[in-house]
C-alpha cells in the first residue's frame, strides 16, 4: 500500500512564474486585490472604505520584501534574473525576452 504523506517540495521542479500576468509583474494578486478594493470603495463613495483600502495597500505593498529573501534563497539566480526583468508591481518586461520554458 502505498504512502499518503505529501511529497516534499524538494521533489517538484518549480520555477519562478514568467507568463500571462506575471510578465508584468513579480506580485499581481497583490496589485489586483489593491485595485479592486479601491474602485470599490470609490463605487461606494466611502471614506472609511477608501482609508480601509490605503491600509491594505501599504500592507500589500510591504509584503513581497518579507517574501522575496526566501524566494532568492530557493531558486537562486533564476529568480534574480527573473527580479531584474519583471517589475515588483506593475510595468512592462525590462532587458528583452523572458526564457522559453516549452522544453
Known sequence: MGSTAPKPFTSLRIHPRDE??????RNPQCVGFI????GYALLCSSSLALATAGLLGI???M???AEEPWLRER??????NYASRVPRFLGPVRHGELPDRSG
Do not use: D, I, K
Request: hydrophobic share 30%.
Open 59 to 61: 500592507v500589500l505593498g
Open 20 to 25: 500571462r500576468p506575471y510578465r508584468w509583474s
Open 63 to 65: 509584503s513581497p520584501f
Open 75 to 80: 531558486f537562486g539566480s533564476e529568480y534574480g
Open 35 to 38: 485595485l479592486g478594493y479601491v
